[in-house]
């Protein structure tokens, strides 16, 4: 699986009801241990304003026999 940040669901739904949307998502993902922190860079958005970006990417459970 690839690697997503917080700027690639705010591109995909520009028009969610509230900015802080992508976050409360990520986080309740990580929470939930769904995804997990890959890389960090700076973010492209100008409205961040060049703020830390995690890059994430999904977990892969491993079934048990």
Request: proline residues 8%.
């Amino acid at each position: 699986p690839g690697t997503f940040t917080a700027d690639d669901l705010r591109r995909a739904v520009p028009d969610a009801p509230s900015p802080y949307l992508p976050g409360l998502a990520f986080r309740k993902a990580s929470t939930r241990g769904l995804i997990e922190s890959d890389t960090a860079q700076r973010s492209t958005v100008r409205s961040r304003k060049g703020s830390l970006l995690c890059t994430w990417r999904g977990v892969v459970e491993v079934m048990s026999e």
